[in-house]
């Protein structure tokens, strides 16, 4: 072949086999990301976790073509501090969140000086949204809502569905009722799109749909105008009182609690779909996990922990042990990874993978992507369990380390009554254990049999490295102002007609 010959061989190799790949390498835009929050699941509540009569294909889905994690973890077993950790990177006692969960009335929030995930993608030119349970604080003049977070739009509850009288209120159609009586004397429970009510009480019947709808025209004008988008949902399914509309009611074989859950999984695949429709699937990493484990004391409304011990309220591994599932088609080969990460995570994650700059905070959480993309080792090695109310003086009720988790202190929780396990209810007071209970959790996820260490040298090092570990850790961690510890001001719960008389009953619109 002459030079001349060559030359139109390589222009035409290069042009029509290669440049393809270099020009989408080196113009490929930054990922968009959903993040999918479910309230109140547990390890065993999804078909691909092995529950035999919930209906969740669209999050089987997902498993089947995502990377499933089982050692997945959040960071408190209740909601308003694991939302927090989830948005900052940092266990909740850096940022004050604690103890327990916010009020409509709540004085204090997320504290404004706090950077969420939507804060760290804004810099760097993404659309942001939020839809559902906020749960990280009201205030003044709605001072600590989304919008005042990084998120550009906002639909939702800002905190959980119960906290307002709710005997009285459909849950299913036609009429049926919610089950119980909810949170009495306050007010009712606000439909807040950014930063105004728009419907109180709201109707669940449907809220889901809204939500749906806001979510997808999100996504379409993001895609449209051809910018990277964040999308965080929370979602107020499956928490107490269940609720579904006529697209899920009577659906699954799972009574209220499996269309309630059916009623979500309905809402994540029209997000799919949505996906799929705009052209952007490939370029979006969409994430799913809870925020603790079940309310085991609602029984057969309250959701599955599986094999694992207790659920709501407790550091034991049914409380904060989470299915997760990360799904990105063409990046996330299919798979299941027994790794360990949290909620922590995500923040860093994210970060990187948008090319945006990390807070100059002290993070918790770690870079998970080779997790995600490579299916790799995990960079996180431990993982701390804090109850509902931390404190100094007591510290950390339990860390793993590797396979090994070691309980310090015990504790059951109202959250898991109802269950054989006495171990789990409130009844089980406060215990503290020295030497602390060691588990081995690849063999024993249950923490049914605590290592013997007498005699076994090797397991007294394993200890002896967690309790320096916690030592290290624990002296480094500075506890922010509490605020929850601020209190309530029932002037302070959202009432769309502020001057009327007498509330709270008649915030009303």
Known sequence: MDSIGFFFFFFFFFFFFLSPFLFCTSSASPPNFVLLFADDLGFGDLGC?????????????????????TDFYCTSPVCTPSRASLLTGRY??????????????????????????????????????????????????????????????????????????????????????????????????????NEVIKQQPVNFLELERAYSDFATNFIVTSAKNKQPFFLYYPSHHTHYPQYAGVEAAG??????????????????????????????????????????????MRMSRGGSSGPLKCGKGTTYEGGMREPAIAFWPGTIRPGVTHEM????????????????????????????????????KGKRETMMFYPTDPSEMYGLFALRLGKYKAHFYTRGATHSGT????????????????????????????????LQLFGKPDLQAVLQQIIQVKEKF??????????????????????????CSPKPGCCRC
């Open 419 to 450: 269950t054989p396990d006495h171990d789990c209810p409130v009844f089980a007071v406060l215990k503290a254990h020295d030497p602390p209970l060691l588990f081995d959790l690849e063999v024993d996820s249950s923490e049914h049999y605590p």
């Open 49 to 69: 976790y092995g529950h035999p009569s919930s209906l969740t294909p669209n999050l089987d889905r997902m498993a089947a073509g995502g990377l499933r994690f």
């Open 341 to 376: 990460a949290s909620t922590l995570d995500i923040l860093p994650t994210i970060a990187g993978l948008a090319g945006a700059k990390l807070p100059q905070v002290m993070l918790d959480g770690v870079d998970m992507t080779d997790i995600l993309i490579n299916q790799g």
């Open 92 to 193: 909740q006692t850096r940022s004050g969140v604690y103890p327990g969960v916010f009020y409509p009335g709540s004085r204090g929030g997320l504290p404004l000086n706090e950077t969420t995930i939507a804060e760290v993608l804004k810099p760097v030119g993404y659309a942001t949204a939020a839809i559902g349970k906020w749960h990280l604080g009201v205030g003044a003049n709605g001072m600590f809502l989304p919008t005042k977070q990084g998120f550009d739009h906002y639909l939702g509850i800002p905190y959980s569905h119960d906290m307002g009288p709710c005997w009285n209120l459909t849950c299913f159609p036609p009429d049926i009722k919610c089950f119980g009586l909810c949170d009495v004397g306050t007010v009712t429970v606000p439909l807040m799109h």
């Open 251 to 296: 659906r699954t074989l799972r009574g209220q609690f499996g269309d309630s859950l059916f009623e979500f999984d309905n809402t994540i695949g029209n997000l799919l779909t949505t996906l799929e429709k705009t052209g952007v699937i490939n370029n979006t990493l969409v994430f799913f996990t809870s925020d603790n484990g079940p309310e085991l």
């Open 474 to 499: 624990e002296a480094s961690m500075v506890f922010g102002e509490s605020q929850i510890s601020k209190g309530v001001d029932t002037d302070l719960e959202p009432c769309c007609n502020p001057q």
